[in-house]
């Protein structure tokens, strides 16, 4: 089920204009005199991430007429059966009888409302104002249907203030990982043991993976498909023909899917090529697990230290999970599924819209966005957009002017609060359409 929206006003308000404007098609008739909208009518709209089927309903007015007591019957029908009323007014004009009669009408039915002035390029009238905040409601949306001004930011409100409808339940998705690394590193014993079958050859001679074997297997019900790759080389001098489609495989391999496991030998994790191939897969965004390998090769090892070398050699991947195992003994490994399990939830983990603005306004408010020429920029709302990876909007009055420092202070501080560890977080700043608000 789609959740409803009503847009409801007395007649000339402007909602068939808003009703259009928020289609992005004429389909209901305007006009300048009242009255001219008699049949209900339906669009579904899809806007951040979110459906909702919009509404436009005839104005409420009073009359003993019988036709206009009918079409105000039709249109009281609708907002009986709505997830959420717009309660528009017309920004010229101070509230009539008419508006407060239908104010009293919509309360009684104890419906989600937003309140919204519409008419409002130009000047509002002040008394207007006073008026809809006497009634109880603070902070009514300025828009403009005729210009096309503050669209967004309802339709914005709108997804925020709606319940999701129950679904049905779906399958899961198969998710899809690679493990990569230099040769020798272990890459196929522990393909081996992930999978729970000996698919792929080992030994302590290099190169042994020339193709991509690939596994399905279950990780706590969810669908994994995993692949073992060629191993990269240190120096470009010693790869062949045959080595160099290896390693194209396993480029196109990375790209594929959703997590990269970078296998790390203990004895060489200092050594450039582990930050090439680092590199090489954060450029092209994927979800990066650090594991390293063979510490069974020493009585103790201090995993601090290693992090926080690794860390400091390769700064864009800081606080990537890294994880400490035996592919050869099977140690390590129970602490490296849940750290998998825990990248896949991440990875499809969408932040609740009102959650999300809630951090916003906190770390803004905590370090406020630098002023620019003078100018106050001001990041006035979030939505987030995809998932695998996480993409987010972020609505401001001047995205041009945002310096990079305090995009990667919003970054860094999304990444912490919600959990994106090792994720490649992409986010777009967009210029705000509401000149009003």
């Known amino acids: 089920m789609v959740n409803k929206v009503i847009l409801a006003g007395k007649p000339n308000v402007g909602k068939s204009s808003l009703f259009n404007s928020m289609i992005g098609k004429n389909f209901a008739i305007v006009n300048n005199f009242p009255g001219v909208t008699r049949d209900v009518r339906f669009f579904e709209i899809t806007a951040f991430e979110s459906k909702f089927t919009l509404i436009d309903t005839a104005g409420i007015k009073s009359s003993k007429n019988k036709l206009e007591t009918k079409i105000n019957k039709n249109s009281l029908k609708e907002f009986k059966n709505a997830d959420l009323i717009l309660l528009i007014f017309d920004g010229k004009e101070i509230l009539t009888k008419e508006d407060f009669e239908l104010t009293i009408q919509v309360r009684k039915l104890n419906k989600t409302l937003l309140t919204v002035i519409n008419k409002a390029e130009g000047k509002i009238n002040n008394e207007l104002i006073s ?26 409100l709108i997804c925020e203030s709606l319940k999701p409808k129950k679904t049905h339940n779906v399958a899961p998705p198969e998710f899809s990982m690679c493990i990569v690394g230099k040769v020798n590193s272990g890459k196929s014993t522990l393909f081996n ?6 698919r792929s ?14 596994h399905s297997f279950k990780l706590n019900n969810k669908g994994i498909k995993i692949f073992d790759t060629a191993g990269f080389y240190k120096s470009d001098k010693t790869i062949n023909t045959i080595n ?17 496991l970078i296998i790390i030998d203990i004895e060489n994790y200092y050594e450039r090529i582990h930050s090439k191939i680092i590199d090489l897969i954060y450029n092209d965004k994927r979800c990066i697990i650090l594991v390293i390998n063979k510490i069974d090769k020493y009585k103790e090892v201090d995993q601090m230290l290693i992090k926080k070398k690794i860390y400091k050699l390769n700064p864009q991947v800081n606080e990537v999970p890294i994880f400490f195992i035996s592919a050869k003994n099977n140690s390590g490994l129970n602490e490296l599924r849940h750290g998998i399990e825990n990248q896949l939830i991440c990875w499809n ?3 609740n819209t009102g959650q999300l603005n809630t951090w916003l306004r906190s770390i803004t408010k905590e370090i406020p966005p ?11 709302y979030a939505v987030q957009v995809d998932v695998g990876p996480p993409k987010f909007n972020i609505f401001t009055n ?4 945002l310096k ?3 995009k990667r202070y919003v970054i860094n501080r999304l990444r912490k609060r919600f959990n994106f560890n090792g994720l490649p977080i992409k986010i777009i700043y967009k210029k705000a359409s509401n000149p009003y608000e």
């Not at 080992?202 to 042994?208: A, C, D, F, M, Y």
């Not at 001047?398 to 002017?401: F, G, K, N, R, T």
């Open 398 to 401: 001047h995205p041009d002017y």
């Open 404 to 406: 990079e420092s305090y």
């Open 349 to 351: 983990h969408r932040v």
């Open 131 to 156: 008026q809809i905040s006497k009634l109880g409601f603070d902070n009514p949306l300025k828009v403009s249907a005729a210009h096309n001004q503050g669209i967004d930011e309802l339709k914005f």
């Open 201 to 214: 050859i080992t030994g302590e001679i290099p190169n042994l993976t020339r193709d991509s074997v690939e």
């Open 370 to 380: 630098p002023l620019y020429n003078g100018r106050l920029i001001k990041l006035k």
């Open 244 to 260: 160099f489609l290896s390693i194209k495989e396993t480029k196109r391999k990375i790209r594929l899917c959703q997590i990269s």
């Open 193 to 198: 043991r992930l999978s729970g079958e000996e």
